[in-house]
């Protein structure tokens, strides 16, 4: 059945919103203005077993920050959006980053899978899974496994293509093994067809 004009508009108004929240999650953090970054999350955010709630990720964000980086910047792009409601969605973006740590500046590739929420009329962030490709110096290419290297601590595989079987597929079969083309995902399928039905990620608390 065809959506009302008033529907199309809403959606139409929700992924503007949903885009400028990822956006303002880039420049929140890298401006390091922790309170406007936490707004941006429900409530109720889940930030470890124990603990929830913005007061908690503002904790634990200001101590990672102070930690680990002197700065950082977030390229945010490659953006998919697809709803599961008109108050639910769920997305994928890609963010290329950069960080200086010490004496060392840091770039990386990753993707995030998020699911957003409308609460009270506004759109936030439920959750966000950081999935990374590579993390590493910037004059060291990070050819070979075990891309994530951070300075001082021992590499380790990222989860950049683990959601999605066809990565392992692809490797694993031949154009010979599947010449077949599939038929075209459904509207609002396209993500859930390339991850084959599987369940929806889990976040690995701390």
């Known amino acids: 059945m065809p959506q009302s004009i008033e529907a199309r508009i809403d959606r139409l108004e929700s992924l503007d919103e949903i885009r400028q929240l990822v956006a303002k999650y880039s420049l929140s953090l890298d401006m390091r203005d922790l309170d406007a970054h936490v707004n941006l999350f429900a409530e109720d955010i889940r930030v470890s077993r124990e603990l929830s709630g913005r007061s908690h990720l503002k904790a634990w964000l200001d101590d990672t920050l102070r930690q680990q980086f002197t700065g950082t910047s977030h390229q945010v792009g490659n953006h998919i959006i697809e709803f599961t409601d008109p108050d639910k969605a769920v997305g994928v973006l890609y963010s290329k980053n950069e960080h200086e740590c010490g004496g060392e500046w840091v770039i ?70 599947n010449p077949e083309v599939a038929a075209p995902a459904p509207i609002d399928e396209f993500l859930n067809t390339l991850r084959r039905g599987t369940p929806a990620p889990k976040i690995r608390v701390r």
Do not use: V
């Open 108 to 177: 990386m590739q990753m993707l995030y899978w998020d699911d957003y929420q409308r609460i009270d009329g506004r759109w936030y962030f439920r959750r966000r899974l950081p999935c990374y490709w590579y993390a590493t110096d910037l004059n060291k290419p990070p050819i070979g496994d075990m891309k994530m290297r951070w300075p001082g601590r021992e590499p380790y595989h990222g989860a950049f293509h683990d959601l999605f079987p066809s990565w392992k597929e692809f490797w694993l079969n031949t154009p010979k093994d």
